[in-house]
C-alpha cells in the first residue's frame, strides 16, 4: 500500500513538471534557428556526383592503401559505425603520433557552411 502511495506522488509532481515542460518553447525557438537536413547534397557545378563516383568515393574512403603505412584509411578517424568519429580527443595518425586536434563527423559534411574547425575550407572540394 505504501509503495502504491509514492508512486501515485510521484506520478503527480512527474505530471505537475510535464505542464511546466509544455509552456517552454525551446522547440519552437529551435526550429526557428534550425532546418531539417535536405534530401539531396548540393550539386558541385564542376564536379557533378554520378553513381560510378559515388561508389569510388565509397571504395577510396575506406581503402588503407590511400596511406604510406596501408594501414590508414578514412574511416580510420571518421569512423561511420561511430558516427563519423574516432571517438579519441585528438585524432592519431602515422606512428601513433597524435595530432592536436578531434575529428568531426564527416556525416552530413556536404551541408556544412565550411569545413574544419577552423572553418578553412569552403566546400568538401576546396
Ligand atoms: C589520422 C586521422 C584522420 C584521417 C585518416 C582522416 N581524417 Fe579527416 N579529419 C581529421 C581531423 C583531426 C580533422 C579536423 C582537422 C581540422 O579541423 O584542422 C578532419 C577533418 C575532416 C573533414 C572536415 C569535416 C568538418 O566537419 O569540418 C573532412 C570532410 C574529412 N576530414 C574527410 C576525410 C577524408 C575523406 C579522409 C580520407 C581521405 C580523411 N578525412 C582522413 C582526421 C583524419
Redesign the pocket.
Known sequence: MMKIKIASSTMIVLLMSGVAWGKDDTLGQAKAVFKPVPAKPPVLKSNPATPDKVEL?KM??FDPR??SSNL???????NVGLGGV?IQE?????GWQK????????LN?VF?I????????ED?AV
Open positions: 568515393g577510396l574512403f590511400l596511406s590508414i584509411s578514412c574511416n580510420t578517424c571518421h574516432d585528438t585524432s592519431i595518425g602515422h595530432g592536436p586536434r578531434n575529428a568531426p563527423t564527416v559534411a556544412n565550411a569545413q574544419f574547425w577552423d572553418g578553412r575550407a568538401l
